[in-house]
């Protein structure tokens, strides 16, 4: 039985693999008229012209309108081609052939066009299902992380300032400051795994970055607490990759999977929301006392913070790999296909601002942005900076409340002060009206509701 949405996602077969469906279930029923009667291999003269019926109408409901329509113009091609062989004349007795062609025809049509409609909406209803699924993991995501900060806070002494998110907060970022052109794991790598040491209590572990096609790459490995051996072959690790969540000992041991001798107590892996990832962690050696279900929770959930700073470090609006023009494409597609709609919102800083006003206020808002919102900074000719927010599966309603929390947190940056009125704030709605060019033109004239923060 299916659980979740991705397995009942329509994969159809290859083109070809389609048209020979469509040919044999097209022939196979004229076949089995042969067996029955072959005076009358159509049956069209026994009371059993439902028969011809059969294969558009099972062709149309597996593979839609235009499969369903070719198998009924085959069907019909076999009729005359049973009254060229029998009777010598392809158009012989229309008033009883010709209903019956035309029967077919709609037969395909109709099932094919119901087939599609359905195909449509399970599409629609998977685009949603995973832009919710997506907000819902991160959603837990930082529930976990709170959940476990509280638990810490809890244990330690009152008078210890810092919890275990203000520490991933700091460490965030250093993410947000490198350079897009560089990358994280070499620069950061040591502290990622001085950060477990230090709130994980791992004392040996190596971080192992993964390439494009997800392979190991032990020579760029980055060991805390010294060099231990051990195999990149090992049961443990190729389970930690096919699985994609973290492996210990004892889950190891529950699926069967030959621990003897074991050099590794827990596999941890470095992915983000995306389901990618981006780097694992081989932990050796750490406290027997410290080797429980709540404590192994907390390796999953900060292995899951870290792909997740991975992720953002690689996209950031900055990063010159970032396609704005692709990402807007995709939920436009979504619109136009799907009537999916989203929000672009424009929020333009005057040139008379500074770069030092500018930025904190640019940061701010990028704080406060959901798993699925996208953003990036453009400059025009007056080199004034515009902010652009997608918020993808966002009503225009929605804009006057998105509009007034930017209001507030615009209005709480020092230094702004009488300048809010410099700053503009408008929308345009992904309805897959407009182009991704004009969306993203500059000079685009259209009717929006704005606000002056």
């Not at 409609?117 to 991160?138: C, D, G, N």
Request: charged share 20%; net charge negative.
């Amino acid at each position: 039985m299916a659980t979740r949405i991705d397995e009942l996602k329509p994969f159809e077969p290859p083109r070809w693999l389609r048209l020979l469906e469509t040919v044999v279930i097209t022939l196979a029923l004229p076949a089995v008229g042969w067996l029955i009667n072959p005076q009358d291999p159509l049956l069209l003269g026994s009371g059993l012209t439902w028969l011809l019926a059969i294969a558009p109408l099972l062709v149309g409901m597996r593979y839609g309108f235009a499969w369903g329509f070719s198998s009924a113009l085959l069907g019909v091609t076999f009729i005359g081609m049973e009254g060229w062989w029998f009777h010598g004349d392809v158009f012989i007795d229309r008033t009883q052939r010709l209903p019956i062609a035309i029967a077919l025809i709609l037969v395909g049509m109709v099932a094919g066009e119901m087939a599609d409609v359905w195909r449509r909406r399970l599409q629609k209803m998977t685009v949603i299902y995973h832009a919710q699924s997506t907000r819902l993991e991160e959603f837990v995501r930082h529930y976990q992380l709170l959940r476990v900060s509280h638990d810490q806070l809890a244990e330690r002494l009152a008078a210890n300032p810092f919890t275990l998110r203000d520490a991933l907060k700091a460490l965030e970022k250093k993410y947000q400051h490198l350079p897009p052109n560089q990358a994280p794991l070499r620069h950061f790598g040591n502290e990622l795994l001085a950060f477990l040491a230090q709130h994980a209590r791992v004392q040996q572990a190596a971080l192992i970055p993964l390439d494009d096609q997800q392979q190991l790459h032990a020579e760029q490995a980055i060991w805390f607490g010294g060099e231990a051996p051990f195999d990149l072959d090992d049961p443990m690790l190729r389970a930690c990759l096919e699985q994609r969540r973290m492996i210990c000992l004892k889950s190891a041991m529950e699926q069967g999977i030959n621990v003897d001798n074991a050099p590794l107590t827990a596999v941890v892996p470095l992915i983000d929301i995306a389901e990618h990832i981006h780097a694992v962690v081989a932990v050796t050696a750490m406290p027997f006392i410290d080797f429980h279900r709540g404590h192994l929770h907390l390796l999953a959930v900060l292995g899951a913070q870290f792909g997740d700073m991975l992720h953002q470090a690689q996209h950031s609006p900055h990063d010159p790999h970032f396609n704005q023009h692709a990402c807007v494409a995709q939920w436009v597609r979504h619109a136009r296909d799907h009537q999916l709609t989203s929000l672009l919102v424009l929020i333009d800083f005057s040139a008379q601002l500074s770069p030092a006003q500018v930025q904190p206020v640019i940061d701010k808002i990028l704080s406060q942005q959901r798993g699925l919102d996208r953003s990036w900074v453009s400059f025009d000719d007056d080199l004034h900076h515009r902010l652009y927010v997608l918020l993808p599966l966002t009503q225009p309603q929605a804009f006057d409340i998105y509009a007034k929390r930017l209001q507030e947190i615009i209005a709480a940056q020092p230094g702004i002060g009488e300048s809010c009125e410099q700053i503009r704030i408008t929308h345009r709605v992904i309805d897959g009206r407009l182009s991704v060019k004009k969306l993203l033109d500059q000079q685009v004239s259209q009717e929006v509701a704005h606000v002056h923060a």
